[in-house]
């Protein structure tokens, strides 16, 4: 069953601690993005990978780190200089053509 | 640069009579254009997408799109709310810019069908 696997689906955690959300895919595609969404705000762009080994900040990388070591893979980590973490993450994946793009379900991510 | 500008944040139909959805677009070449569909704590999925060729797109679960060149715009339809399609929608462009070949949302409009 091809597609993209979020994990975990919500996710809490405390003031100063750093957090890693996973994202898996099979499709077999090349690049790979991780959203923040907001309400009222549409998504923006944190971090996006276009091959192995590879990533590029988006628009608002302050606070977030990524690794891309497998191509079925591309965890974001939320680390403790995040100020506002608190939000729904989206996973992303497009293939080498570059048309649309996949979504996985999300994580949403609360600070308590 | 490119920007999408979704024109309405929320909008309210009755069940049975048509959707608009509005979206207008500014790019510096030819974009791609796409319209998602979001459930509470979803994903997105993909309704419809132009890319160059016919003018009229036609999506998933009865919505099509019209790209308009001249008004840089590619507003949603349908022609007959069902309570199902209540949900968020985002208008989104598509361009090579001097980071790669990128994706541009707008900020989304609520879709509201009430009986």
């Known amino acids: 069953d091809g597609g993209i696997t979020q994990s975990p689906k919500y996710l809490f955690r405390k003031e100063g601690q750093n957090v890693t959300l996973s994202c898996e895919q099979n499709?077999?595609?090349?690049?790979m993005y991780w959203y923040r969404q907001d309400p009222g705000q549409g998504l923006r762009l944190i971090y996006y990978s276009q091959i192995v080994n590879d990533f590029q900040k988006g628009d608002i990388a302050e606070g977030y780190s990524v690794s891309r070591e497998k191509k079925e893979s591309f965890p974001l980590t939320v680390t403790s200089a995040q100020k506002n973490p608190t939000a729904f993450y989206l996973c992303?994946?497009?293939?080498?053509?570059?048309?649309?793009?996949?979504f996985g379900q999300g994580t949403r991510l609360t600070v308590v | 640069a490119q920007s999408v500008t979704q024109l309405d944040s929320h909008v309210s139909v009755s069940e049975g009579t048509p959707v608009l959805l509005r979206c207008n677009y500014s790019s510096s070449y030819s974009p791609s254009l796409f319209w998602y569909v979001q459930h509470p704590n979803k994903g997105l999925q993909l309704l419809l997408k132009y890319t160059s060729a016919a003018t009229l797109v036609k999506g998933i679960n009865g919505f099509e799109a019209e790209f308009k060149k001249s008004e840089t715009s590619f507003h949603l339809t349908k022609p007959s709310a069902h309570m199902s399609d209540a949900a968020e929608y985002f208008c989104?462009?598509?361009?090579?810019?001097?980071?790669?070949?990128?994706?541009?949302f707008g900020t989304g409009t609520q879709l509201k069908v009430e009986l």
């Open positions: 992303a994946t497009r293939d080498r053509g570059g048309t649309e793009a996949f």
């Open positions: 499709l077999n595609h090349d690049a």
């Open positions: 989104v462009v598509s361009g090579v810019t001097g980071g790669g070949n990128k994706l541009t």
